[in-house]
């Protein structure tokens, strides 16, 4: 049985590309020496709390704590989550991180992330001042008019 010179070529094609993209994997391989850990712990509790943290020779660290909120309750078990971690990053600048993830999901802190500008002076005067008016009483809406059907009379 002979293999048309269609399907040589997409065979390959598909070894050159295996090839290429396992060429690519290998590039990113770490280099140097593995770097120690110099501190680790670990702890799962059978109630759903736990704790780890752990610390490189070269700076990284992370920790993290947890626990179920609201635990036994069905429709309102949440799990939250405490944590942070630090490192220094190419450019010899120190960056932490520390963050919370609860039932208002994953709210994150640290000086590198950027944030909004400021809400203006002025704006922020106007929606309080528009919150200590009183409110306007409910209306029903108006009723629209309803043409009636009119009547010609002959005399």
Request: zero cysteines; charged letters at 15%; hydrophobic letters at 30%.
């Amino acid at each position: 049985m002979t293999v048309p010179p269609v399907a040589q070529f997409v065979a390959l094609f598909a070894v050159i590309a295996v090839a290429s993209a396992i060429g690519e994997y290998h590039h990113h391989e770490p280099t140097g020496a593995p770097i120690k850990i110099i501190h680790s712990e670990s702890y799962h509790g059978h109630d759903g709390a736990y704790k780890f943290g752990y610390e490189s020779a070269n700076g990284i660290s992370a920790q993290e704590q947890g626990f179920v909120k609201n635990a036994g309750s069905k429709d309102h078990e949440v799990q939250v989550a405490h944590g942070s971690f630090s490192y220094t990053d190419p450019h010899g600048h120190p960056v932490s991180l520390s963050y919370v993830a609860d039932e208002h999901g994953f709210q994150a802190k640290g000086s590198h992330i950027p944030t909004p500008p400021p809400v203006p002076k002025e704006l922020v005067d106007a929606y309080a001042k528009a919150a200590s008016q009183p409110q306007a009483p409910h209306h029903e809406e108006p009723q629209h008019y309803v043409p009636q059907p009119s009547y010609k009379h002959s005399y």
